[in-house]
């Protein structure tokens, strides 16, 4: 099978490299064409890519063509590769806010086309991925796709519909971590921790929470009450942030992040 990236940033960089790591790839080849040089030669170096000289050329090449280029540049990419794409090809894309129908309409044929939202946490393999197939993608089309992204992480099959939730509890909440974790280690830091020490407690804190609510049959509820002692320490941190309005203050974000993406026609 030939892969063909267009667009090597931050989210195919890490998708590439996971492949590579993976070893699930080595009888295929990964090609790839990015607007400036220097991410490609990196990828060359660092995973066997394949350079292209364009976006129809690494089109034209592969068989799997996985856009990764930002959304406002699909305009002016699309046109590009029209030419040379068919029916035999699997369109992939990883542009948020674009659904499979926009590609269908410019493409204009009974073109596969798969819809991936990846997030950040590729970067370690810890992807939460959704993915899901447009009106002529075939079973195996998905399996191509589930392929490509467990190399970096979990894969879930979504309708499309689930998508603007799914970017906001998998990936723009994401940010929101580390926010906390920076809260957390600044409230270190105020009561004598260095910053370095804090910022690591609170790393380490929140890994082996996620970890431990993740392999646990218990409700996060149910793990909380196990630490809170009555009377003790915790369950005053805890009923403070109630009272602050802390998870009201979570929902109001997640419901704010699926209003904008509605807003922006995802
Ligand atoms: N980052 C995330 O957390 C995340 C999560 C989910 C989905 N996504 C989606 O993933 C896509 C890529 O995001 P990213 O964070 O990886 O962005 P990025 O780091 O900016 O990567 C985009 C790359 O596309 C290249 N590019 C621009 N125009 C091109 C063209 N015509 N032909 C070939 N390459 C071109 C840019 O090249 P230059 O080197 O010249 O700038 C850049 O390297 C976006 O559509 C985004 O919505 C990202």
Do not use: W
């Not at 995973?47 to 364009?54: E, F, H, I, N, R």
């Not at 894309?93 to 086309?113: C, F, H, M, R, W």
């Not at 946490?121 to 490509?148: H, L, Q, Y």
């Not at 509890?169 to 409230?187: E, K, M, R, T």
């Amino acid at each position: 099978m030939i892969y063909g990236f267009i667009g090597l940033g931050n989210m195919a960089g890490a998708i590439i490299r996971g492949m590579y790591k993976s070893g699930a790839f080595e009888n295929d080849t990964i090609l790839g064409f990015n607007r400036s040089e220097k991410k490609t030669l990196k990828l060359k170096e660092e995973t066997g890519l394949v350079p292209c000289q364009s976006e129809s050329e690494t089109a034209e090449k592969a068989d799997v063509v996985i856009l990764a280029v930002k959304p406002q540049m699909l305009p002016s990419v699309l046109p590009r590769i029209v030419p040379v794409m068919n029916k035999n090809k699997l369109l992939i894309s990883i542009a948020a806010g674009k659904n499979t129908k926009y590609y269908e309409d410019i493409l204009g044929i009974d073109e596969p086309v798969v819809r991936i939202m990846p997030n950040i946490n590729a970067k370690v393999g810890m992807s939460a991925t959704a993915v899901c197939g447009g009106r002529f993608c075939r079973a195996e089309d998905i399996e191509t796709a589930k392929k490509i992204f467990s190399a970096v992480g979990e894969v879930y099959e979504l309708s499309e519909e689930q998508f603007p939730v799914f970017s906001a509890i998998a990936g723009a909440s994401g940010a929101f971590i580390h926010l906390y974790i920076d809260a957390l280690a600044s409230a270190g830091v105020k009561n004598g921790l260095s910053r370095d020490f804090a910022e690591n407690l609170a790393c380490q804190t929140v890994l082996g929470s996620a970890y431990l609510t993740k392999h646990s049959d218990e409700h996060p509820i149910e793990l909380m009450d196990t630490v809170c002692s009555p009377g003790g320490t915790t369950i005053e941190g805890v009923h403070t942030l109630k009272k602050l309005g802390f998870e009201s203050a979570v929902h109001q974000a997640i419901d704010a992040i699926i209003e904008k993406d509605k807003k922006l026609g995802s």
